[in-house]
Every structure is written in structure tokens, then in C-alpha cells.
């Protein structure tokens, strides 16, 4: 399993942005599809965005328009850009590596994974 750091949160007022890093070091992501999932107090973890090897996205609903997934396999690190943050955006957010974001894949079901990082906590609030 790819040991993954997430970093890059921290509290803004609504409206704000923040730009979140996944970092895998040492590790080559190139054939590996990466997700952002995320987990507000007392709620399920749920699927955030997804971005597939050949760089094609998958964005959940509640976040299109206001967020956007990237990656630099150079770097090994995937992004999540979120802009007009909201206060239900609150939540902790973490990253997995998956085969492919496709409709059956661990995007849609978090709970079938095992482990999880620290994550990096996201506070939207005035």
C-alpha cells in the first residue's frame, strides 16, 4: 500500500480557499487513480473527487464548480484545489490511491478501505 501524506488545510472564513496536497514520497503514482475523501464530525467519510491515471476527473455533486482535482506524477503529489469554501465543507479531509475512479470503484464505497493517513483538517468558519 502507498503510505500517502495530506497537508495543506487549515481554517478560512466562507468564501475562502485552500489548496490541499496528497503526497506520496518515494512512491510513483503514474498508474495509480487518487482520491480525496473527507469526514465532517459525527458523519460518515465520503467521496470528495477522483482523478484517474490519464488525468480524466470525477467530481462529487456537492463540490463541482467549486473545486478542482490535479496531479504532477512528477512530484508524486495530487491537489485539490476548493475555492467558496463553505461551512459543510468542514470536515477532515484524506487521500487514497485506487485502481480507477470508475462507478464501482472505493471512490463510491470509503468503508471498504483499511487504512487511513492523519488526514489534514479543513475549518471553514466566521
Known amino acids: 500500500q502507498v503510505r500517502l501524506v495530506e497537508s495543506g488545510g487549515g481554517m478560512v472564513q466562507p468564501g475562502g480557499s485552500l489548496r490541499l496536497s496528497c503526497a506520496a514520497p518515494?512512491?510513483?503514482?503514474?498508474?495509480?487513480?487518487i482520491a480525496w475523501f473527507r469526514q465532517a464530525p459525527g458523519k460518515e467519510r465520503e467521496g470528495v473527487s477522483c482523478i484517474n491515471s490519464d488525468a480524466s476527473t470525477v467530481y462529487k455533486d456537492f463540490v463541482k464548480g467549486r473545486v478542482t482535482i490535479s496531479r504532477d506524477n512528477a512530484k508524486s503529489t495530487a491537489y485539490l484545489q476548493m475555492n467558496s469554501l463553505k461551512s459543510e465543507d468542514t470536515a477532515v479531509y484524506y487521500c487514497?490511491?485506487?485502481?480507477?475512479?470508475?462507478?464501482?470503484?472505493?471512490?463510491?464505497?470509503?468503508?471498504?478501505?483499511?487504512?487511513w493517513g492523519q488526514g489534514t483538517q479543513v475549518t471553514v468558519s466566521s
Open positions: 487514497q490511491t485506487l485502481p480507477s475512479c470508475h462507478g464501482g470503484s472505493y471512490f463510491y464505497f470509503p468503508e471498504r478501505y483499511d487504512h
Open positions: 518515494g512512491a510513483n503514482l503514474d498508474r495509480y487513480a
